[in-house]
């Protein structure tokens, strides 16, 4: 995948960086790591330092000092988790700040006008992101609006990109991506699809998925959905999952993943290992001069002990945090390494059954 | 300065790992910013995860993986921190644990006792700490008990090593400094000096210092102190200081500091530069693309802006700890290697005279 600011190897995993930075670790870190793209949230660099104020240092990039890809969301996501906080209408989201209280209103044009001030390279479209489970007549509803939505979300980009050059946006390279919704309903997901790909984006992502369905419900609607999407353009599962979850989507054909689960997991202490979950906090874990996955290459892995992450962590040491979340990146760009070597040597089936095999072998940390 | 675990170049900035880890920075920071000693507390790590442990693990180096030397604390200055949760006798502190209620009793002996268990190549006699002020009656009491514990230390410490080949500890290179006391009284100063020279230690320190009293009163103690202690031997000034401070000790003698500032206020917002403290927490920073510190050359300051890191700081993220932290500790190992390099081409009196003036140049942020 070609953006503006270099190429990134698919399947790819995109390390969360909510507010500009990911949570524990630097950007050389991540670098070393083999990160070649980051996530950001819009919603919370819109409230804090401002959209406006990221622009006038440049954009997103010079602003993080971060000059690779960067992707940003749509900030639908976080507006939607405000619950009793958030208003929907056929505008957009009103909805009070989690900081200060005071009320904004997010619409698919204000959504891409504060992603062209954050001059990201991929900029997602504004769509309503519809709470699991639904039922058909509501899905129905939301996937409608998020095509109109979308429509508006779209032509405000195509505003602005025309304009680029009288208004100075960081990133006239930016790109668009299209969101499919429809809930657990196939025919939904497959009309969305259509009907998202005929308004025209750069490419698509899937979205509404990884939010408390079983995950052969989500594994069903990648599978149904990908098909209908366009074979040369990138497909981005939103907010997913699990390693075993990135294997099976890209079994599917998704190219594209970013999830906070191994950045959040790691400062609770859970840490992702070819020999699946272990919580560090555990006691058994005192007195083990083992390294947290004995497969691993990373730095912690290298140099610690599982004890002695286990007496960061019951210390409520900042370096539990840096170490369990250098480990848990390294685990999700490593495997995501492998299937990429995996689909290049035609063995991707092979890795998949080892990966799951693996991964089961041994219990779990509860 | 030649230990178990290597050398160390003097004079000597030694970051302070509380817990086994320097809050916010990884190991390999540490050794990229030059630093060649740590100090660890032995209260900390008696309680958490216990002394014991930690030699079932092969010693403090093995189990928090740092190869270089380590120098921990005798306990004291924690316990006596802990006001009225500790009661002072003449057999030594009982002290209820800051974690969990429990009973403990800290004596010259259990100190050297947990430190042979940790295995640090320099190991600190336990004294009492005095409160400043304190009047000269309650000074010399201090004082002489301090000499008492001093003996007592010292022979545990002997026989510990005497058995070293049978008891297996970590470190049978271990040494123990004497520690200095007297408050702020010079004929004490002199005496303690003196008579803990007398009981005979690897090297010595200067205790009680830093804790409250002027500047100069401090300045003037330790340049009436160190003529005493023996010129081919180490002196380490305990628990200071501004980098102002650092200079001005050097100027009197002292070849190793440690100190929590650079790191404790890292973690707050304050930066050290050489044109003085900024709180980068500051409103005024908020658009500033300049780096901390135009001089200084470590990472923090070839990548990020003031207004980067006033945004991490302001919503709350850990990597602002880490960059403020990388920041601080560059500044003040870097102070030291430059002030060895004046010391090696004869022109300390000349650098010490421009860092005054250049850190006390321009307006400091409140």
Same mark, same amino acid.
Request: aromatic share 8%; glycine share 8%.
């Given at each position: +995948?070609?953006?503006?600011?270099?190429?990134?190897?698919?399947?790819?995993?995109?390390p969360v960086?909510t507010?500009?930075a990911v949570k524990g670790v630097t950007h050389r870190d991540l670098?070393s790591l083999?990160a070649?793209?980051?996530?950001?949230?819009?919603?919370?660099?819109?409230?804090?330092?401002?959209?406006?104020?990221?622009?006038?240092?440049?954009?997103?990039?010079?602003?993080?000092?971060?000059?690779?890809?960067?992707?940003?969301?749509?900030?639908?996501? =976080?507006?939607?988790?405000?619950?009793?906080?958030?208003?929907?209408?056929?505008?957009?989201?009103?909805?009070? $700040?989690?900081?200060?209280?005071?009320?904004?209103?997010?619409?698919?044009?204000?959504?891409?006008?504060?992603?062209?001030?954050?001059? $990201?390279?991929?900029?997602?479209?504004?769509?309503?992101?519809?709470?699991?489970?639904?039922?058909?007549? %509501?899905?129905?509803?939301?996937?409608?609006?998020?095509?109109?939505?979308?429509?508006?979300?779209?032509?405000?980009?195509?505003?602005?990109?025309?304009? &680029?050059?009288? %208004?100075?946006?960081?990133?006239?390279?930016?790109?668009?991506?299209?969101?499919?919704?429809?809930?657990?309903?196939?025919?939904?997901? &497959?009309?969305?699809?259509?009907?998202?790909?005929?308004?025209?984006?750069?490419?698509?992502?899937?979205?509404?998925? %990884?939010?408390?369905?079983?995950?052969?419900? +989500?594994?069903?609607?990648?599978? =149904?959905?990908?098909?209908?999407?366009?074979?040369?353009?990138?497909?981005?599962?939103?907010?997913?999952?699990t390693p075993?979850?990135?294997?099976?989507?890209?079994?599917?054909?998704?190219?594209?993943?970013?999830?906070v689960l191994p950045t959040r997991n790691a400062r609770n202490g859970q840490l992702f290992t070819s020999q699946g979950r272990i919580n560090i906090k555990n006691a058994k874990y005192a007195e083990d001069d083992g390294p947290a996955d004995p497969a691993c290459q990373c730095y912690t892995c290298r140099h610690y002990s599982r004890a002695y992450l286990r007496h960061l962590f019951a210390t409520g040491e900042i370096n539990a945090a840096t170490l369990n979340t250098l480990h848990n990146l390294h685990f999700y760009l490593d495997t995501?390494?492998?299937?990429?070597?995996?689909?290049?040597?035609?063995?991707?089936?092979?890795?998949? =059954?080892?990966?799951?095999?693996?991964s %089961?072998r041994h219990p779990q940390d509860s």
């Amino acid at each position: +995948m070609t953006t503006a600011h270099g190429i990134v190897e698919t399947p790819a995993f995109m390390p969360v960086g909510t507010q500009g930075a990911v949570k524990g670790v630097t950007h050389r870190d991540l670098e070393s790591l083999g990160a070649e793209i980051l996530l950001s949230n819009t919603y919370h660099l819109y409230l804090r330092p401002g959209d406006e104020l990221i622009a006038r240092r440049g954009g997103l990039h010079r602003f993080i000092c971060w000059s690779k890809p960067i992707l940003t969301d749509s900030g639908g996501y =976080q507006v939607f988790s405000l619950a009793e906080r958030r208003k929907i209408t056929e505008e957009g989201a009103r909805f009070q $700040s989690h900081l200060d209280g005071s009320s904004h209103l997010l619409t698919p044009e204000k959504a891409a006008e504060i992603q062209a001030n954050l001059g $990201s390279d991929i900029a997602m479209v504004f769509d309503e992101c519809l709470a699991h489970p639904a039922d058909a007549v %509501s899905a129905r509803a939301s996937m409608e609006r998020t095509l109109r939505w979308a429509k508006r979300g779209r032509d405000r980009f195509q505003q602005i990109r025309d304009r &680029a050059a009288e %208004s100075r946006i960081p990133n006239p390279g930016q790109a668009q991506f299209g969101i499919v919704q429809g809930s657990v309903f196939p025919d939904l997901r &497959a009309e969305s699809a259509d009907r998202t790909v005929e308004i025209g984006f750069e490419a698509y992502a899937i979205g509404g998925l %990884s939010v408390g369905e079983p995950s052969d419900v +989500m594994y069903d609607m990648v599978g =149904q959905t990908t098909p209908r999407l366009p074979a040369a353009l990138p497909r981005y599962l939103m907010g997913a999952g699990t390693p075993q979850d990135l294997v099976e989507a890209v079994a599917r054909g998704v190219d594209m993943f970013d999830c906070v689960l191994p950045t959040r997991n790691a400062r609770n202490g859970q840490l992702f290992t070819s020999q699946g979950r272990i919580n560090i906090k555990n006691a058994k874990y005192a007195e083990d001069d083992g390294p947290a996955d004995p497969a691993c290459q990373c730095y912690t892995c290298r140099h610690y002990s599982r004890a002695y992450l286990r007496h960061l962590f019951a210390t409520g040491e900042i370096n539990a945090a840096t170490l369990n979340t250098l480990h848990n990146l390294h685990f999700y760009l490593d495997t995501l390494r492998r299937i990429r070597e995996s689909l290049t040597f035609g063995r991707f089936e092979n890795f998949r =059954q080892l990966f799951h095999e693996s991964s %089961s072998r041994h219990p779990q940390d509860s």
